[in-house]
């Protein structure tokens, strides 16, 4: 690792949860660290690799707090179909064809996209997770990898993971960090979970899992168990450790306090809930009891893209229509949401904020593009004007991983040649096996 100086950029950082646009600013890196950020100098010292940033918006790496990367592979197989029928006629019979070498292909291409959209962190909730914990470590990203398991896959299954977890956990220079990953309380029973629960217990670190995704799932929690999947995930001791809670868009006013206090974030991608009719959460309420909130793309069949800007930009908006108050979820909370939110959701306290001593993970953000001018409120712009498209250069643990909208480290034109030769074979629904049905 060298030294980098981003020199001459507008730099958004935060003071607590209110975010600042400071112009003319140089941010130093060694290492895998930001040491200053500091006005332009005249001079820079000569032992610096210099990246010209002048007129770029420097801004934290966004963090997606849960996805299903390698459903890549699958983009828009499966649109306009309920719930059931997408789990159950797409997603399980499409799924059952995946051999370990697609799924790193499809990784490899999802992280493709997430670098170009300005995303440095994932937390990934998928299978044969040594294969996406390689091409990780080849893209030089950040990621929380979790190795989806079902209940009724029994115990052996998650022994699995958990060897996936001791063997991965810290790698890749310490990029790689490694959680458990059940899947959910309506496909994981509650002794399932309580040994989940003692294993994370054991290695020091936490569960990923859905919960409270639907009213039908709640539904069918409290006809098997006479409990909410919240409370469920409570009884089992799964709380009682870091856990990222996927979607939670109908938790009772009891379960929410269950979540204060504790180690736990809630993930949110309204993009995935739009597309499948399935609701909205009532976010004002989860911030004012002090829960972590960050925003996450989900999978591709159901979001379309691995893109934060879009999901940033649609919090905003569908809170605001469920509300019915245009004053509800401002552009600061929604700023301090996409970019420190997934920090705190992910217990990574050197992410999401640009300042010394935090982790070197930074975009450059062009502002030249004429749907983003003029700038006239800095915040709005950043929320409902910029995307995507804007991305130039992208820094992770300190390393140049893509510059002037071009991969350093990933061959695109391979990644999209191994993907495509491997269609027709997992499009193929002859081919498939049943893996599980889905409760809806």
Known sequence: MGKLIIRNCEVMTFEGQVPRFVPGQDILIEGNQITAIQPTAALAPSDYQIIDAAGMLA????????????MVLFRNAGPDVNENDWFNKVIFPLEANLTPEDVYWGAMLGLAEMIAAGITCVADHYFEMDMV??????AGTRANLGWAVFGHQGYAQLDETIRFVEHWQGKADGRITTWL??????????DFLTRCAKEAARLGVGNHIHVAETVGQITLSLERYGKTPVQILADTGLLDQPAILAHCLYPSDADLDLLVGREVGIAQAPKTYLAMAMGLADLPKYLEKGIAVGLATD??????????????????????NKAMDAEVLPVNTVLDLAFQGGARVLRQPRLGNLKAGNLADVV?????????????NK????????????????????ELIYRGRKHLTLDVDEILREVNSRLPR?????????????PG
């Open 364 to 376: 450059l953000l062009r502002q030249d593009r004429p749907a983003a001018q003029p700038v006239i």
């Open 299 to 320: 999978g591709v069949v159901s979001s379309s893209t691995l893109d934060l800007f879009e999901q940033m930009r649609l919090t905003a908006l569908t809170q605001k």
């Open 133 to 138: 914990a390689q091409a990780v470590e080849k």
């Open 426 to 438: 997992l499009l193929n629904k002859d081919l498939s096996r049943k893996i599980a049905d889905y």
């Open 59 to 70: 801004v934290p790496g966004m963090v997606n707090t849960h996805a299903h990367v390698p």
């Open 181 to 190: 990953a059940p899947h959910s309380p309506y496909l994981c029973d509650p």
């Open 379 to 398: 915040e709005a712009n950043l929320v409902y004007s910029m995307d995507a498209r804007d991305v130039d250069t992208v820094i992770c643990d300190g």
